[in-house]
């Protein structure tokens, strides 16, 4: 008899690995080989992966490098077999392919396979390691007990959909949708308010609850790309899939081009459903993310889209074809008379008048849940202004004082809420409650009750103001109490996590935490939304004022803009409207619209001339000379500047003056007056250091490296860049360590023989802008890595390098950045000796830098254009191109620079 196999870790790891040999030297790499992904896919602890991973290195089995992995911008720790390795894991995978198991099929009977047999019995082809675990400890595998493991890894987000009291009729409808499943991608179910969608879709999957994954989100109007993301990343993390989520969680901006990527990839082969409620709710914003969305499920084999909707809203190109032809589309009407009939029996409503009540229905099933069934005639019910005249003579006529109260007072909130929010009012009680659910006037959820948006709707816009400024009132002081609390928990749990006495607190999971930040930072924001709704401006700009840095910083790009843009100028005064206008600078310079946000800089500039707030003003103006130095616009970058530090000096600030000085410097190294830039730099240093503004003289340092590194005092620069980090590490600015990480990357670079390094540093800051959402900073380290590769002959690389910076960089028409990737690709093509294309590159990178004035970027393209022609043998145009790049380094006064060009141009000489 044989008995049941028992590996170790380190063997379950060596196994595992071995089907990943084949991503060795590319580029990007699967989650599956870091460590989360090796404990996921074994079942097994993080922390005992870690322990094992120790073992296997010291026994020379596993290589560790440091990698892209697929759905993450930040390089991860990955692991790879070896040759000592593959030799070890090849050795147990013979040994468990020969192991002599009894198989139990599904007829029963027993037979003695190999287990290389048993798996090729088996449909989905597990792996060993997935049968292994169903071996029971006499050695016997069951087809059906690994079978059903299989088809039954599933999520069970049955808590997200809504509880059916009945259901009646839908025959037919069902029968489509079914069938739908089946032969369609996209199930879109259209109708008017209350005409039983969600019912319907409910109903739809309730039968496959436990079978199959099920997805469900709700839309609200407030609801951002990364609201749904997030809840979409939960779902597939708990199915194992974790990339999605590891985005989100690292990024402030999202890309769709990336989030599309990672989706596509996660969703492969998932037999799963999506199901989108409210759809017409949807901001426009986010219609192209949908558009993504509905060309990848067409895709993928198995996941299906339900959309259910209101109104047509055009998410997909009727002119695509693949698409529009996985598409089922249901315009839903109401019940049958059977149906209808059913419905108002289980409401215990005689049914003798029913042609009526039918008639007047239309069979609208919210209208049968809400009719009166003491009413005698009926007229024609012709839509939903008909329903909501209805809801006025036949349901508010006839509610008890608590039960109106109630409902007015769940008219005010936007999520379901507690039932002790609805004991404001010392009349309604529990039996209050019960009654309204009763009669559907209330609904229940699994985070609390709210009011039908029909319903809702009807009682908010009948409420008086004063009671609305109360209940609004009530409402903003419960999320701000929500905020504090799970602050607390928050605080808390980190003390937990980092309490090194406490081995259990330790292993605390990653998704809690993500679930408690978003509900406090969105409890923040829901705070800020009833204030504004009563009225209470002043409250909701002192929320705005205090969180507003921690909102923007941690992501909440789109939610807290949302927030700015319901104040209006006659609801603050005009010192408070300036702090909204830069907020809001500050948020679209984040997200990369820099129209938008020099827009409103300038407001912000000008309003604070006419009141005369000078510290204001000047903030608006180094904001726009910020965007102008970004785009080499010199002139006016030179012009908001200076008047900047014309108001700093009268007022004696010194912040502001040392911060105006640190952007002349930068713009007159970018122009080449090297001599002019440390100038400024050094009267940067000299205000920064009198206030002792530590950020300040970090960032001198760094911009003194800068023009150290163009001059060829490569020492020295580094020198300077290190004591820039020196001092960052005492601040805590993680995003200027990293634009220094960059900087110093630049400076081994260009020493020639220090590629390796500069890649080290390249990565580090990659690393640091994708975590904090600094989507520039990732673009600049790409396209100097682009360069990197291409100086170490792996081009492939680079050009993938080159391929993402270029993407960022047209959008916010960064020319400076542009004219560099271009250089990058002029190298790239030259050493594949295509030459037509490093032309082209090398012409638009040239005719870029001289457009915006930048010496030292021309020089680069001029010595790199002339490299290329001498491997082509045009040595007369090489020549004259090193000229041109030597004429421009020594008015720079790059000694080391002219004479190296100047070694290589004697070469081709002679």
Known sequence: ??????????????????????????????????????????????????????????????????????????????YFLNHPGHTAANQIFQYLANYPVMFRGLDGSIRNLKLSQVREE??????????????????????????????????????????????????????????????????????????????????????????EPIFWFRFHEWNTLRNILTQLGKFLTNLGRTRLTTYISSRRRIEIADVSEIIESDINGLKAILIIDDFQKIDPNLLSFFSALSEIITKVSDTVLVVLTRKHIPFYNPQDLQVTKNILELELSGLDQEGSKQLLLARQIRVENFKNLYNFTAGHPLSLELINPDQLEFPKMLGQGDIMKYIHSEIFSKLNPDERSLLNIASVFQY?????????????????????????????????????????????????PKLKQHYHTKAAEYYLLEYERLAYIEEKEISLKTDKSSGAALELEFGPSQDIKESKHLSLIEAQYH????????????????????????????????????????????????????????????????????FYYDEAMKLSKAIGDGTRQSEAQRNLARIYFKRSDWTNALKNLKDALAISQMQKNDYGIANTYFWFGAISHRQGNYDQAIEYFNKCMEFAKKINYLPGIARTYSGLSDVYVDQGQYDKAIEYYEKSIDLLKKTGLVYQMSEVYNRIGVAYCKQGNKVDKALEYYNKRIEISSRIGDILGVGYSLSNAGEGYTIKNQLDLALQCCDRAMKIFKKTDEKRMIANTLMV??????????????????????????????????????????????????????????????EIYDVLGNRIKTNYLRSELAKITS
């Open 122 to 211: 088996l449909d989905k082809k597990p792996r060993f390691l997935e049968i292994i675990k169903h071996m029971s400890s006499d050695g016997i595998v069951d087809h059906h007990a690994v079978v059903s493991e299989l088809e039954h890894k599933f999520v069970d987000f049955s808590d997200k959909l809504p509880k059916l009291k009945y259901f009646f009729g839908r025959k037919e409808e069902l029968e489509r949708l079914n069938s739908g499943l089946l032969t369609n991608k996209i199930l879109i179910i259209r109708g008017i308010a209350g005409i039983g969608k969600t019912t319907l879709a409910t109903k739809l999957v309730q039968d496959r609850v436990g079978k």
């Open 416 to 464: 379901p809420v507690p039932s002790e929010l609805f004991f404001i009012d010392e009349t309604i009680s529990y039996t209050t409650i019960d009654r309204l659910l009763a009669n559907s006037l209330l609904n229940e959820t699994t985070n609390g009750y709210i009011a039908h948006d029909l319903v809702k709707e009807f009682f908010y816009h009948r409420l008086n």
């Open 531 to 598: 204030y504004i709704r009563t009225g209470m401006f002043k409250d909701a700009l002192e929320l705005v004022m205090e969180h507003g840095v921690e909102l923007i910083s941690k992501g909440y790009l789109d939610e807290f803009l949302g927030i700015l843009n319901q104040f209006t100028k006659r609801d603050v005064d005009n010192k408070d409207w300036c702090n909204i206008l830069l907020f809001k600078g500050d948020i679209l310079t984040i997200k990369g619209e820099w129209d938008e946000a020099l």
């Open 1 to 78: 008899m044989s008995k049941r196999i028992s590996l170790t870790v380190e063997e379950k790891i060596l196994i595992h690995l071995i089907q990943f040999i084949k991503f060795l030297d590319q580029w990007e790499v699967p989650f599956d080989i870091t460590q989360e992904g090796i404990a996921g896919s074994i079942g097994i602890a993080r922390c005992n992966v870690s322990r094992a991973m120790k073992k296997l290195t010291e026994k020379g089995f596993i290589e560790e490098k440091i990698a892209h992995v697929k759905g993450a911008e930040r390089r991860r720790k990955v």
């Open 825 to 886: 690709y002029g190298m790239i093509y030259g050493h594949r000796r295509d030459w037509d294309k490093a032309k082209d590159n090398f012409d638009a990178a040239i005719k870029i830098s001289k457009s915006i004035n930048a010496p030292e970027m021309l020089a680069q393209n001029y010595f790199n254009y002339a490299f290329m022609l001498r491997d082509k043998g045009e040595y007369a145009g090489a020549k004259e191109y090193l000229n041109r790049a030597i």
